[in-house]
């Protein structure tokens, strides 16, 4: 999903001489949404917008005046006497029009719906740019009687008439807003930024009502039983080095031991692919002995699970206690430190997590992982200097640790690219390629190598070694449905190949809402809006954590009434979001 984002940052930053706000509030959002790893609704109407907005631009010279002046053709050509008419009662409708201007102006509301209501009575039903004018002033009157109802219906009169009225648009839509119908009024909201460009009101007012959806969708939300992804799992435990919870030789100790604990079943659990069964399972454990000489190891999993399953106020006071337990050995100390700093991160707060990477690497100055770890978080914040420090002294800690060598080239790109140096990109590029013989299966490196080609705007060498990675590394979706992602953005053409890959990773890994909103967007890309929908209907039954349930719902949301709102107004939004590029989760913490 970071991908999208990416798009949506890569597209405005590709472009930085437009004067598009997108820029402003998008960036700020799109900042918050990279972190976390999920997308800010608001960041595809900005996109959309944002495109739609390039469209028009290049249109702008031959926009049409939203009102014609049929009037003034009717006069020139008076020749037969049902035209004739036809002026009569035009110039009649407007003047009684005007009539019920003046009696708004004298606040005389009720007088002047009356005379609106008899010039749409006696308006020609060709003279359609007067007739929605005419519903439009008597919808701005009903608006001020408060009467909500008849402002949408009149509203719905004019528009009908006239699909890019904004006045009106916008009228409905605050009326449909008023009146709870989210639905209309976020669909109003979104033709209006179509039409009228982005403008931050519209998106703010667009958002608000998103979030009143998203929260009233998942109050009616069943509780989720998916199970958490396999790949997900794997990826994220795979991201603290030597976890203590996957040290092989103490499972065999618990299996042996123990084998009827609720230990040595969670672990069973774990190998079966129950993992929403760990954290209860180690619960029992927990509750079983006074003092298990596990205790500290069961804590760690329980955390762990938790952190996994979005459920970050229980992960932290696991990883509490562990930290103040007296009897704790360092490893599992600093295992729970760096998993509580992430837990931050996920809960969005990031000074949080760096104060307790500080602190981290204040308790174990010998170790290489905190390092490692702050050093990330300061890339994601831009702090590359600060971050080049810290993948220094981890290497200097121990020289051969492959995520510290990773993690420092993706930043010495990273500095590269803002000091506009290309030399010091295409050296830390080739000094990534010289790990391929050795690491070619490593998914780690794999992911590190092709973000950071993506990161530079080299798609087709990210798009080469994806090739090579998905036969050295295979049956993984992270690797199918990057190259998916990849292909969909370098060509259109390769479609259907990328529809094939996004397949076969959900085939290989069902519940994996990463690759079910990447294949949303594939899917809006292509103008299939429903599709995308329920793309997103399926990632938020597999979602955890109220945060992303949001923006997903939200999403669900946005994507369908953009859908309505481009299908309202007959666009044709060319597909492909340019500049698709992957933010791996090793980044941007478990997400
Ligand atoms: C793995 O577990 C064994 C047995 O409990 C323990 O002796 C060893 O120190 C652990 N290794 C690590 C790296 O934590
Ligand atoms: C620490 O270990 C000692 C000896 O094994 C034990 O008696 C004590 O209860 C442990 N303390 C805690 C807080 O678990
Ligand atoms: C799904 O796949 C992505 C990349 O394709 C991977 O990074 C992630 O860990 C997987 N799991 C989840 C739950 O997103
Ligand atoms: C993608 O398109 C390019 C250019 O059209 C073509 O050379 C390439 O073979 C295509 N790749 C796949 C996997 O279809």
Known sequence: MASYLRTITGSSSSNTSSSIPTDTLGKRLVKWALIIGVPTAVCVAAYLVYRQQQEQAKKSATRRSPLPTPLSKVNEDTTTTSENRLKNRLTLAIDLKNEGNLKYREQNFNEAIEAYSRAIEVCPVESTEELSQFYQNRAATWELLKDYEKVVEDCSKAIELNPKYVKCIQRRARAAETMGNFELALEDYSTVCFIDSYQPAYIMAADKVLTDLAKRYLENLPPS????????????????????????????????????????????????????????????????????????????????????????????????????????????????????????????????????????????????????????????????????????????????????????????????????????????????????????????????????????????????????????????????ALKANCLMSSDPSNNTEAEKLYIEALELDPSNETVLTMFAIFKCNQNQFEEAASLYERAIQCTRGEEKLLQYAALLYAIRAQGRAIKRLNLNLPGGFPQAGPLPNWMGGMA
């Open 225 to 480: 039983t998916a199970e958490l992804s396999k790949d997900y799992v794997r990826t994220s435990l795979n991201e603290f080095e030597d976890d203590p919870i996957l040290n092989e030789s103490f499972i065999n100790e618990i299996r042996t031991s123990q084998p009827d604990s609720s230990l040595a079943r969670a672990y069973q659990a774990f190998d079966e692919g129950r993992f929403t069964d760990i954290p209860s399972l180690c619960t029992n454990e927990l509750e079983s002995t006074d003092d298990s000489p596990y205790k500290l190891q069961t804590l760690l999993l329980r955390g762990s699970f938790y952190l996994l399953m979005g459920n970050y106020a229980e992960a932290v006071a696991d990883f509490d206690a562990i930290i103040n337990d007296p009897n704790v050995t360092e490893k599992i100390k600093m295992n729970a430190e760096l998993k509580r700093a992430n837990t931050k991160i996920h809960q969005r707060d990031l000074e949080g997590a760096m104060y307790q990477y500080d602190e981290c690497i204040r308790n174990h100055p010998n170790e290489c992982s905190p390092h490692v770890h702050r050093g990330m978080l300061k890339t994601l914040l831009e702090s590359y200097n600060e971050a080049h420090d810290d993948f220094i002294e981890a290497l200097k800690i121990s020289p051969t640790n492959l995520r510290a060598k990773y993690q420092k080239l993706i930043n010495d790109a990273k500095i590269g690219a803002k000091e506009h140096q290309s030399e010091s990109i295409e050296q830390a590029l080739n000094n990534f390629e010289e790990y391929y013989d050795t690491c070619k299966q490593d998914i780690y490196y794999a992911l590190a190598i092709t973000s950071c080609y993506l990161d530079n705007d080299r798609k087709d060498r990210a798009l080469e070694y994806l090739n090579k990675f998905v036969k050295e590394i295979p049956s993984n979706p992270t690797l199918l």
